[in-house]
Every structure is written in C-alpha cells, then in structure tokens.
C-alpha cells in the first residue's frame, strides 16, 4: 500500500495551514460582530481540514497519474511510484475517484458555501492537470492556475466559521498573488536545477517557454501585486497594519534568497517548515501582524492624510 500511500502526498497537506489565515480572520470578524451568522467549532475547523486534505490528495493522485510520461524525464521524479511501475493505473485512478468523493462529502457536512469552495479547489485540479486544457503546460498560467488553490484555501478558512459571507475581495487577491510568487520561485528553482533548456522542455512543456529571466521577471510582478492588493486591504480596513509592511517585504527577500541557492529547497515547499530560520521569521510576522490587529494609532492617520474609515475596522476588539 505504501506507494498508494505516497502517490496521495500526505506530506503535502502542510500547504493547507493555509487555511489558517481565513480562520483567523473570520474569528476576529466574528468577535467584532457577533450579529454575523457565525459558529466558532473546532469540531467543524477540524472537519474542514480534513475534508481539505482528503480533496487535495485527490488532485494529487491525479497529478501523479497524469504527470508520470514527463516525470520520466526529470532527473528525481522518475522514481516516483506511477513512473517506476509501483502502482496499477486502475488503482491509482479509483484512488483518485474515492478520495475525491470522501473529501467532498465531508465538504458538505461543514457547509454549503464550504462544499462549494472545496468543489472548486477539486475543479481546478481538472483544469490544471487534465488535456486539452492542462494548463500546467502553459507559460504564467501554470503558475495562475497552480496557486488559485491559495485563496481557495483561505475561503475555506473562512467558511469553516462564517457560512454566509465572504471576506474582502482585497485580501483573497493578495493571497492569490503571493501564492503565485510562491509557484514562480519554485519553477524558477527547478529549471535552474534540471540546467538544460531541453531535458527541461521534455519535462515541463512551459518550461519550452520559459527562461530563468522570464521567471524572475514574473516572480517580481507577482510580489508587486501581492503588495498593492495587500496595501488596498490595510487602507481599506486597518491601517496600522502597516507598520507589519517591512517584515512582510523581508519574508519576500528571505525568500527569495532561499530561491536562489543551488539546488534550492523551494523546489519542495511541502518540506519548508525544516528550514528553522525562515519558519522563526514567519512566525514574527504572523504575530505582528496579529497583535496589530488590537491596535489603533490615530497618529498613522495624520502622517498618511487618510480620513478614519467610515466603517469601523473589522479588528477593533
């Protein structure tokens, strides 16, 4: 059963404490209005989480059935279990199906707004993965599409706890956008490790595209947009926020470091949280930006020239 198992990437289900920050924010939401229809369950975050982890497994299965005649080309995953022969293509794909199905069942017990989110995030692993479309093929949309699955997670966060509305529209795009820098360090990383424009090609069809320049390029446009949706989310509902900008701006830098070591551990995102230092300095930022949240500096709305908002902000406790 192990490489069934394996083929499920249960050591990928790291990526979904990116459900964190939409629990967060609909907590704080929901304690600052509690006339919002909302239930704070661990019973029901707990549920969603599995039922999030059960719905990515399933893109992942599919990914690795779809992917196995180009990973026979890359010079690590050709010994995954679909390209070496450990497993029968019919197991995989009824694997595939059954978790599917699992995930998006419980999906629905949580919420209809939730089932919804975690049909889409299902959804896009067809569209990711799945010919004629697969648009892991194509240049930038790789990338888009790959990291959509960011705020997908973020509402899933969110609705695990408030059912009927959504949260800024500001913030989700943020969220979309980081995801997608995320997604071009780890292209760029493992061009520069494959070295060779066309074993490179042969396994990543984008790859016949793309160029280490064009990479770094489009990883600077996505920070860039990150900052200005991240930037309209502060103005909008709690500018003391920004004094959290020049760690953020930081983790980008750190990050972008770690991209461009040899042989670069961006290339396994699932396997990030044993690099020490850049955990530590994510956790500053997530408590900083946090503990911001209770603070109100009126001084930071004279220095900016900006009017109080005429909607309270959604964290004053």
Known sequence: MNPYIAIARPDHWFKNGFMVLGVLLAWFYWAYRPQTEASFSVWRILLGLAATCLVASSNYVLNEILDAPYDRHHPTKRCRPVPSGQVKLAGAFAEWLLLGAAGLAMAWGVNRLFGLSALMLWVMGLVY?????????????????????????????????????????????????????????????????????????????????????????????????AALFLGIFIIRYHVELVLSVPLIAGFFSYYLRLTLRPDSPVQHPERLYRDYGLMAYLGVCVAVFVGLMFVRIELLYQVFNIPSPEVPPLWRW
Do not use: H
């Open 129 to 225: 993965n799945v010919p004629p479309v697969r648009a892991k093929e194509w240049p930038y949309l790789d990338v888009l599409v790959e990291s959509v699955n960011n705020p997908l997670r973020l509402l899933l966060g969110w609705f695990t706890i408030i059912a009927r509305e959504v949260p800024p529209m500001s913030l989700v795009i943020a969220y979309w956008m980081v995801g997608a820098f995320f997604m071009a360090s780890k292209r760029f990383a493992e061009y520069r490790t494959i070295g060779n424009p066309q074993q490179a090609g042969a396994y990543r069809a984008s790859f016949r595209y793309y160029t280490e320049d064009k990479l770094l390029i489009s990883m600077f446009f996505y920070a860039t947009a």
